[in-house]
């Protein structure tokens, strides 16, 4: 029943490890996102992809490389992990904004911890 | 000059009063603008959309936005212990037809006493 779902919600690791986190989203919307949120509550966009195509490209190490095999689902790839990598991590998902933009929906978010 | 900016608060309210949370952005073309509720711990969740000119009521929520001003303010009537958490405005800039980039300010964290 859950419209945008991430896994994991937890993820412990290691820096330089290579780690993946996955959304999936059942509302039918075309628009999905990734954003990141810091220790001071600030929350930013990462990526944006409409339709399998990446559409935004924010100013982010290309460690990170987000996939979207389809419009229900886009996934994180983050490579050779950094202390500063440690956020929390939310999906989100939108309808597509040919008319008036549309709120956009997020996932609970995966609170991610480089040791 | 931050895109979108709030008070970081914390603003602390007694119970059943009306708490005022204000939000200013930078950019004249931005047309849409929402305000998301964070409890502690856990995901944004959208509470109010406004995209004209005046006041947008949902039950104790009243949304209101001046464009010429750049301002968009959420109240909140008779505020319960219940809403006490970090309010998130954000503006919606779009990006072609394909899909809008929410610009998130820093948030105002709410307490209400009882």
């Known amino acids: 029943d859950t419209a945008v779902s991430q896994t994991p919600k937890y993820l412990v690791t290691q820096m330089g490890n290579d780690k993946s986190i996955k959304c999936e989203q059942n509302?039918?919307?075309?628009?999905m996102y990734w954003y990141k949120q810091d220790s001071k509550k600030f929350l930013k966009i990462m990526f944006s992809?409409?339709?399998?195509?990446?559409?935004i490209n924010e100013t982010v190490p290309n460690r990170f490389s987000p996939k979207s095999p389809d419009k229900a689902h886009l996934n994180l790839h983050i490579n050779s992990l950094e202390l500063g990598d440690s956020a929390v991590y939310f999906c989100?998902?939108?309808?597509?904004?040919?008319?008036?933009?549309?709120?956009?929906?997020f996932g609970d978010g995966t609170r991610l911890s480089i040791l | 000059q931050k895109e979108v900016e709030q008070n970081s608060g914390p603003l602390s309210v007694p119970e059943g009063a009306i708490a005022s949370l204000n939000c200013t952005y930078s950019?004249?073309?931005?047309?849409?603008f929402f305000w998301y509720r964070q409890y502690s711990g856990k995901s944004p969740e959208l509470i109010m959309s406004?995209?004209?000119?005046g006041d947008k009521e949902d039950g104790r929520f009243t949304a209101q936005l001046n464009k010429a001003s750049q301002y968009v303010s959420l109240l909140i009537r008779d505020s319960q212990p219940s809403d006490s958490a970090t309010y998130l405005c954000?503006?919606?800039?779009?990006?072609?037809?394909?899909?809008?980039?929410?610009?998130f300010g820093q948030g105002t964290e709410l307490s209400v006493k009882p």
């Open positions: 509302l039918g919307h075309d628009t």
């Open positions: 950019d004249r073309v931005s047309q849409s």
């Open positions: 992809y409409n339709n399998k195509e990446l559409i």
């Open positions: 989100a998902s939108s309808q597509g904004q040919r008319g008036a933009p549309q709120p956009q929906h």
């Open positions: 406004i995209y004209s000119n």
């Open positions: 954000a503006v919606n800039r779009r990006w072609g037809n394909q899909g809008g980039k929410l610009i």
